[in-house]
């Protein structure tokens, strides 16, 4: 029985002592290996590794996944002096182990420098640019993009020689104006939107009046022709008119005449009219001594004679 309990204890001593000079490395996580404090090895690679029972060596372990910081907001002047207030945040990640443990010790220590270090190059490469090229209706006056690469290659600079940190990106969440000067860059903006709505208006009234004026041109136009045509087509109208006048006296003369007196008669004679003619005239003698008979007889068989041949021409 004694001999199984020592076995346990010296299973469990040989476990304790294999835990305390054995570690593993994650995939994920980058290890520093420090004598009484002092790093003397870097592990970058995931692994089970050898040490020195504690307290003569102790393990430190840092994520080397990529980290997001999102720091307060922080107040810059542009180069035309308008206050920003600059929500931004930073993508980073541990690139010198050692050097990141020597300089800021952890994840808080490193964010409190990449915070001050963001909020340097932001306010520095804001300072060169106008408000315009940060917020604007104009797009392409926006430099936005080459604003945030500048503070971006700055930061990644600085702090990979300074922190062992890499930057991998620096970006603006939110732009936003403190509210003492909300007032005057809105009125700005307002401002900056009516000149524009008042140039639209006039390139707007400009185009409506040439436009106009080609739909007048063209209007002339179509109406001219349509009066040459009309007039032309009138013509013809008449000539064939008098056409058919001169082949119908020519055929009934007589008749004719007789026709063209009664016409003249109905827009002469009415109910109140009063005539005093000579006995002799044409009118009273077709009132006095007409013959209907001679007159529309002899128009009836010129009527059924041949009309005239017509040359070609006409």
Not at 292 to 313: H, Q, R, T, Y
């Given at each position: 029985?004694?001999?199984?309990?020592?076995?346990?204890i010296a299973?469990?001593?040989?476990?304790?002592?294999?835990?305390?000079?054995?570690?593993?490395?994650?995939?994920?996580?980058?290890?520093?290996?420090?004598?009484?404090?002092?790093?003397?090895?870097?592990?970058?690679?995931?692994?089970?590794?050898?040490?020195?029972?504690?307290?003569?060596?102790?393990?430190?372990?840092?994520?080397?996944?990529?980290?997001?910081?999102?720091?307060?907001?922080?107040?810059?002047?542009?180069?035309?002096?308008?206050?920003?207030?600059?929500?931004?945040?930073?993508?980073?990640?541990?690139?010198?182990?050692?050097?990141?443990?020597?300089?800021?010790?952890?994840?808080?220590?490193?964010?409190?420098?990449?915070?001050?270090?963001?909020?340097?190059?932001?306010?520095?490469?804001?300072?060169?640019?106008?408000?315009?090229?940060?917020?604007?209706?104009?797009?392409?006056?926006?430099?936005?993009?080459?604003?945030?690469?500048?503070?971006?290659?700055?930061?990644?600079?600085?702090?990979?020689?300074?922190?062992?940190?890499?930057?991998?990106?620096?970006?603006?969440?939110?732009?936003?104006?403190?509210?003492?000067?909300?007032?005057s860059v809105?009125?700005?903006?307002?401002?900056?939107?009516?000149?524009?709505?008042?140039?639209?208006?006039?390139?707007?009234?400009?185009?409506?009046?040439?436009?106009?004026?080609?739909?007048?041109?063209?209007?002339?136009?179509?109406?001219?022709?349509?009066?040459?045509?009309?007039?032309?087509?009138?013509?013809?109208?008449?000539?064939?008119?008098?056409?058919?006048?001169?082949?119908?006296?020519a055929k009934?003369?007589?008749?004719?005449?007789?026709?063209?007196?009664?016409?003249?008669?109905?827009?002469?004679?009415?109910?109140?009219?009063?005539?005093?003619?000579?006995?002799?005239?044409?009118?009273?003698?077709?009132?006095?001594?007409?013959?209907?008979?001679?007159?529309?007889?002899?128009?009836?068989?010129?009527?059924?004679?041949?009309?005239?041949?017509?040359?070609?021409?006409?």
């Open positions: 029985m004694k001999r199984y309990v020592w076995a346990g299973a469990a001593v040989l476990v304790l002592v294999f835990c305390s000079i054995s570690f593993t490395v994650d995939e994920t996580e980058y290890a520093i290996v420090t004598t009484f404090n002092k790093p003397v090895r870097t592990i970058t690679e995931p692994g089970l590794y050898w040490k020195l029972p504690a307290p003569a060596q102790a393990v430190l372990r840092f994520d080397k996944r990529l980290q997001i910081f999102d720091p307060r907001p922080t107040e810059s002047f542009t180069l035309d002096r308008k206050n920003l207030v600059v929500d931004s945040f930073a993508c980073w990640r541990i690139e010198d182990p050692e050097r990141f443990l020597v300089k800021v010790g952890n994840v808080a220590g490193a964010e409190n420098s990449l915070a001050m270090l963001v909020a340097s190059e932001l306010g520095t490469e804001l300072g060169k640019h106008e408000l315009s090229a940060v917020v604007s209706i104009e797009e392409e006056q926006v430099k936005l993009a080459q604003i945030m690469g500048a503070v971006t290659e700055r930061c990644r600079e600085a702090a990979s020689s300074d922190y062992g940190i890499d930057v991998r990106d620096v970006r603006i969440k939110r732009i936003n104006l403190p509210d003492e000067n909300k007032e809105y009125e700005r903006m307002r401002a900056e939107r009516e000149q524009k709505a008042k140039e639209y208006r006039a390139t707007g009234e400009e185009q409506a009046t040439t436009i106009r004026a080609k739909t007048e041109l063209e209007k002339r136009e179509i109406l001219s022709k349509a009066y040459k045509e009309a007039q032309r087509v009138k013509g013809e109208g008449d000539a064939e008119a008098i056409r058919v006048y001169s082949e119908a006296y009934a003369p007589e008749f004719y005449k007789f026709m063209r007196t009664l016409a003249a008669y109905k827009k002469v004679l009415g109910e109140d009219t009063t005539v005093v003619l000579s006995s002799d005239t044409e009118l009273m003698r077709l009132l006095t001594h007409f013959d209907p008979d001679a007159i529309c007889g002899d128009a009836a068989d010129k009527a059924n004679a041949p009309l005239p041949e017509v040359a070609s021409g006409e």
